[in-house]
C-alpha cells in the first residue's frame, strides 16, 4: 500500500500562511467603523431616502403629479403625453425596495436584538408606508417574501387585497407596540421628531387610510377597522398636532423639487387645476399658482400638449407652481391633519365612523386652507357657496373634489384617491396615448420581468394586463 509522504517544510509553511491570514483579516477590520448598524442612522437615513423618492421626479414630477393634473410639462412632454421613462418605473421600484424595505427590515431586526421597542415600531410603521406606496401604485407586489433576500431572491408576488390586510395587521401591530412601551423612544427621527405619540397618530391614520382604500371591495373589513380604531380611542392627528412630514433643509438636504429647479425647470401648473380653484373661488388659488412672469392672469397649461405647442405658449407667459411647494425648504408631507379630516368624514357617511359627516367635511376644507395661512371670513365665503356645501347624496363628488384641492402637495396620494373616488371627472390629456384613457397604475419595471419572470407572470394573470390603463384591486369604478 502506497503511503502519500508530506515533507515537514510544507506542513510548517501552511501552518505560517494559516496564521498570517487570520491576522491579516483582523489588521484589515476598521475599528472605527461598526460591525452593527446603529439604529438612528439606519432610521434617519431611511425616513429621508424614502421621503426623497416619495418627492423625487421618477414618482411624481414625470408620473404622478402630471396623472393628476396638478402640474404639467412646458417642455419634454412626452411623461405629460403617458409616455414614462422606463428608467422613471425602475427607479421607484428599487428606491423602495433596496433602499426602504431593506432598511426598514434591518431597522426592526435590529431592535429586537437590541431590545429598543421604539425602533421596532417605527420601522413597523415605516415599512407600512412604503408597502401601501408600492401597491397603491403598481397593485399586486412581493410583500410577505420581500425584504428577505438570504431566503426568497425571487419573492412572489401576493394580491393587493393580502398586501391591504397584512398592512393593517403590522400596523395594528405598531401600535400595540408603543402602547405596551410607554417609555420607548427613538432619535434619529426627522418626521415626527421623537414623539411616540404622533408616530402612534401616523399608524392610525394610515389604518384608517387602507380601510377605505378597500371599502368597496370589503365593507366588512374596513368597518372592523374603524371598530377597532374607536377601541383604542379614535387616537389621530388632531388640529396643533405636527404632521407625519420632513421638513428638508438647504443644499445637500435639500426638496427634490428644490433640486430639480435648481438645473431646469420643465413644468408648470395644469390648466385643471387653476380651472377649479377660480371656479370655487378658492383663496389658495396665489399660493398654488405663480403669476406669469410677463404679467397678466394666471394661466395654467393643458396637460399632454406636443412640444411645439408647449414651446409657443413659453415659460415666461405661464404659470408656475407656487413656490411653497418648489424651494429647497418646502416640507414634505407624508400625512397630514386635515386628510384625517376628510377620511373620517367620508367613513361617517358609509356608517363605518360615528361622527357627522358634514361637520368632518367643513373642518377638513379649514383645516387645508389653515395650512397655508387662510383663516375667517375667506374660508366661510368659500364654505358657504353652493358648489361646496355639503350634500350626503353627492359626498363622493364633494369629498372627492374637495380633497383632491387639498391633496395638491402628495400627488401619489392625489393620483389614488382620484383613482378611488372618481373624482374630480378629469379628462384625458391632450395627446394622450392611451385611446382617451388616463393612467391607473404604474407598469411593473423591466427588470422583474428577466429577474423575476414567473411571479411576474403570475401576477399579470391575477391581475391583468401589465399597462397603465388595467385597474388595480381597489380601484371598483
Do not use: H
Given at each position: 500500500?502506497?503511503?502519500?509522504?508530506?515533507?515537514?517544510?510544507?506542513?510548517?509553511?501552511?501552518?505560517?500562511?494559516?496564521?498570517?491570514?487570520?491576522?491579516?483579516?483582523?489588521?484589515?477590520?476598521?475599528?472605527?467603523?461598526?460591525?452593527?448598524?446603529?439604529?438612528?442612522?439606519?432610521?434617519?437615513?431611511?425616513?429621508?431616502?424614502?421621503?426623497?423618492?416619495?418627492?423625487?421626479?421618477?414618482?411624481?414630477?414625470?408620473?404622478?403629479?402630471?396623472?393628476?393634473?396638478?402640474?404639467?410639462?412646458?417642455?419634454?412632454?412626452?411623461?405629460?403625453?403617458?409616455?414614462?421613462?422606463?428608467?422613471?418605473?425602475?427607479?421607484?421600484?428599487?428606491?423602495?425596495?433596496?433602499?426602504?424595505?431593506?432598511?426598514?427590515?434591518?431597522?426592526?431586526?435590529?431592535?429586537?436584538?437590541?431590545?429598543?421597542?421604539?425602533?421596532?415600531?417605527?420601522?413597523?410603521?415605516?415599512?407600512?408606508?412604503?408597502?401601501?406606496?408600492?401597491?397603491?401604485?403598481?397593485?399586486?407586489?412581493?410583500?410577505?417574501?420581500?425584504?428577505?433576500?438570504?431566503?426568497?431572491?425571487?419573492?412572489?408576488?401576493?394580491?393587493?387585497?393580502?398586501?391591504?390586510?397584512?398592512?393593517?395587521?403590522?400596523?395594528?401591530?405598531?401600535?400595540?407596540?408603543?402602547?405596551?412601551?410607554?417609555?420607548?423612544?427613538?432619535?434619529?427621527?426627522?418626521?415626527?421628531?421623537?414623539?411616540?405619540?404622533?408616530?402612534?397618530?401616523?399608524?392610525?391614520?394610515?389604518?384608517?387610510?387602507?380601510?377605505l382604500r378597500i371599502a368597496d371591495r370589503d365593507a366588512i373589513t374596513a368597518k372592523k377597522v374603524f371598530d377597532e380604531l374607536a377601541a383604542e380611542g379614535n387616537i389621530f392627528f388632531k388640529e396643533?398636532?405636527?404632521?407625519?412630514?420632513?421638513?428638508?433643509?438647504?443644499?445637500?438636504?435639500?426638496?427634490?423639487?428644490?433640486?430639480?429647479?435648481?438645473?431646469?425647470?420643465?413644468?408648470?401648473?395644469?390648466?385643471?387645476?387653476?380651472?377649479?380653484?377660480?371656479?370655487?373661488?378658492?383663496?389658495?388659488?396665489?399660493?398654488?399658482?405663480?403669476?406669469?412672469?410677463?404679467?397678466?392672469?394666471?394661466?395654467?397649461?393643458?396637460?399632454?400638449?406636443?412640444?411645439?405647442?408647449?414651446?409657443?405658449?413659453?415659460?415666461?407667459?405661464?404659470?408656475?407652481?407656487?413656490?411653497?411647494?418648489?424651494?429647497?425648504?418646502?416640507?414634505?408631507?407624508?400625512?397630514?391633519?386635515?386628510?384625517?379630516?376628510?377620511?373620517?368624514?367620508?367613513?361617517?357617511?358609509?356608517?363605518?365612523?360615528?361622527?357627522?359627516a358634514g361637520e368632518l367635511y367643513k373642518a377638513a376644507i379649514r383645516a387645508s386652507f389653515k395650512q397655508y395661512g387662510i383663516t375667517g371670513n375667506p374660508v366661510d365665503d368659500y364654505l358657504n357657496?353652493?358648489?361646496?356645501?355639503?350634500?350626503?347624496?353627492?359626498?363622493?363628488?364633494?369629498?372627492?373634489?374637495?380633497?383632491?384641492?387639498?391633496?395638491?402637495?402628495?400627488?401619489?396620494?392625489?393620483?389614488?384617491?382620484?383613482?378611488?373616488?372618481?373624482?374630480?371627472?378629469?379628462?384625458?390629456?391632450?395627446?394622450?396615448?392611451?385611446?382617451?384613457?388616463?393612467?391607473?397604475?404604474?407598469?411593473?419595471?423591466?427588470?422583474?420581468?428577466?429577474?423575476?419572470?414567473?411571479?411576474?407572470?403570475?401576477?399579470?394573470?391575477?391581475?391583468?394586463?401589465?399597462?397603465?390603463?388595467?385597474?388595480?384591486?381597489?380601484?371598483?369604478?
Open positions: 500500500m502506497k503511503k502519500w509522504l508530506i515533507p515537514f517544510y510544507i506542513l510548517v509553511a501552511a501552518v505560517i500562511f494559516t496564521g498570517c491570514r487570520k491576522e491579516l483579516d483582523r489588521i484589515n477590520i476598521n475599528p472605527n467603523e461598526p460591525t452593527v448598524p446603529e439604529p438612528e442612522y439606519l432610521l434617519a437615513n431611511g425616513i429621508k431616502s424614502n421621503v426623497d423618492t416619495y418627492w423625487g421626479s421618477d414618482a411624481t414630477m414625470e408620473t404622478s403629479l402630471l396623472y393628476v393634473q396638478y402640474w404639467a410639462k412646458i417642455q419634454y412632454p412626452d411623461p405629460d403625453r403617458y409616455i414614462p421613462a422606463s428608467t422613471n418605473i425602475q427607479n421607484v421600484w428599487n428606491n423602495f425596495y433596496a433602499q426602504g424595505i431593506t432598511d426598514f427590515t434591518t431597522l426592526i431586526q435590529l431592535s429586537d436584538s437590541l431590545k429598543q421597542p421604539g425602533y421596532k415600531a417605527t420601522g413597523i410603521i415605516m415599512r407600512s408606508w412604503i408597502f401601501q406606496v408600492l401597491t397603491d401604485l403598481y397593485g399586486d407586489i412581493p410583500y410577505t417574501q420581500a425584504g428577505k433576500i438570504e431566503t426568497y431572491l425571487t419573492p412572489k408576488y401576493d394580491s393587493q387585497k393580502v398586501v391591504y390586510n397584512g398592512l393593517l395587521a403590522e400596523l395594528k401591530e405598531a401600535v400595540a407596540i408603543i402602547d405596551t412601551n410607554p417609555t420607548a423612544s427613538v432619535a434619529g427621527d426627522s418626521l415626527l421628531l421623537g414623539n411616540m405619540q404622533g408616530w402612534k397618530k401616523f399608524a392610525n391614520g394610515l389604518r384608517s387610510r387602507i380601510a396643533g398636532d405636527r404632521d407625519a412630514r420632513l421638513n428638508y433643509l438647504t443644499s445637500p438636504s435639500q426638496n427634490p423639487v428644490g433640486k430639480n429647479r435648481e438645473t431646469r425647470n420643465d413644468y408648470r401648473i395644469s390648466k385643471t387645476v387653476i380651472d377649479y380653484l377660480q371656479a370655487y373661488n378658492d383663496p389658495r388659488l396665489p399660493v398654488y399658482a405663480a403669476k406669469p412672469a410677463d404679467g397678466g392672469p394666471y394661466l395654467g397649461v393643458t396637460n399632454g400638449l406636443t412640444a411645439d405647442s408647449a414651446s409657443r405658449l413659453g415659460f415666461s407667459k405661464t404659470s408656475d407652481v407656487g413656490s411653497v411647494f418648489t424651494v429647497s425648504q418646502a416640507p414634505a408631507p407624508l400625512f397630514t391633519y386635515p386628510e384625517q379630516l376628510f377620511i373620517l368624514a367620508e367613513a361617517a357617511q358609509r356608517g363605518l365612523y360615528n361622527g357627522d357657496q353652493g358648489s361646496v356645501k355639503y350634500d350626503p347624496a353627492n359626498y363622493k363628488k364633494l369629498i372627492g373634489e374637495q380633497k383632491w384641492l387639498a391633496l395638491f402637495s402628495e400627488g401619489i396620494e392625489a393620483f389614488t384617491e382620484w383613482r378611488r373616488l372618481d373624482y374630480p371627472q378629469l379628462k384625458p390629456a391632450y395627446t394622450g396615448v392611451l385611446s382617451g384613457k388616463i393612467p391607473v397604475r404604474f407598469t411593473y419595471p423591466s427588470s422583474e420581468q428577466a429577474l423575476n419572470g414567473v411571479n411576474y407572470k403570475a401576477a399579470v394573470a391575477r391581475q391583468g394586463a401589465d399597462l397603465l390603463t388595467t385597474k388595480v384591486w381597489f380601484d371598483v369604478y
